[in-house]
């Protein structure tokens, strides 16, 4: 199975930037993580960042037909980007949304998902292994056992 891995602006500044609030593990490292965690499940990732909303709802787009499911960490856009949720919700590929932190637990503004509704699932809140879970549940909901 292909899962591909969308994330979107200001992640690329992971490890980089504010290690006080995000930590010191960059993007890349996060996908060599997740890249070992897909060998050993015998599944195949694509792991891309843009800061561009466009680019985003072009990728989610165009995943039908080449991916099995699609793991999100659509960063400030979960929060007003309703571009994205209707690309999402025109897509047949099932999509898994996913944070580093617990957005139930920070800024009011953090707390409403507009792509939550039109996600098969919301992980949350686990650092790093926000990621790992995502491809987890990623290829729990294309099994046949769901
Ligand atoms: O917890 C998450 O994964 C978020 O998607 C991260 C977003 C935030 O807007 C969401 O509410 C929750 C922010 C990503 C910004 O990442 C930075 C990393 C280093 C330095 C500055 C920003």
Known sequence: MKVLFLNGPNLNLLGKRQPEIYGTTTLADIEAQVRQRAAADGAEIEFRQTNDEGQLVTWVQQAAGSFDALVINAAGYTHTSVALRDALAASPVPAVEIHLSNIHAREEFRHN????????????????ASYSLGLAAAISITSRNG
């Open 113 to 128: 998902s507009i792509i939550a509704p039109v996600c098969k699932g919301q992980i949350c809140g686990f650092g790093n």
